[in-house]
């Protein structure tokens, strides 16, 4: 594996990457029943012992709306769209 240089940045925040998982509803797509998964998936990752477990391996999870997530997955999208432009990242 070849080595890569490690950068050490000021602010930690600078450093921050964000890792994020959604579900595709597929044939039942209609905003009341997308509605309701993302409730009942934000309600369980809320729960005191769900919680707990995620937090031994070391989880951060939050539940959002599926206007909240699209948001954040244009923002994702655009800020490493910048990295591998200018990073000049090319598919071999």
């Keep these: 594996?070849?080595?890569?240089?490690?950068?050490?940045?000021?602010?930690?925040?600078?450093?921050?990457?964000?890792?994020?998982?959604?579900?595709?509803?597929?044939?039942?797509?209609?905003?009341?029943?997308?509605?309701?998964?993302?409730?009942d998936v934000s309600r369980q990752l809320k729960l005191p012992d769900f919680q707990e477990r995620l937090t031994a391996l070391g989880v951060d999870a939050a539940g959002t709306t599926p206007a909240e997530f699209k948001a954040l997955f244009t923002r994702e999208v655009a800020t490493w769209a910048k990295v591998v432009k200018a990073a000049k990242v090319a598919l071999d």
């Design 1 to 39: 594996m070849p080595a890569y240089p490690v950068r050490a940045f000021p602010d930690p925040a600078a450093s921050f990457v964000e890792r994020f998982q959604s579900w595709k509803a597929g044939l039942v797509d209609t905003a009341a029943v997308v509605a309701r998964i993302a409730a």
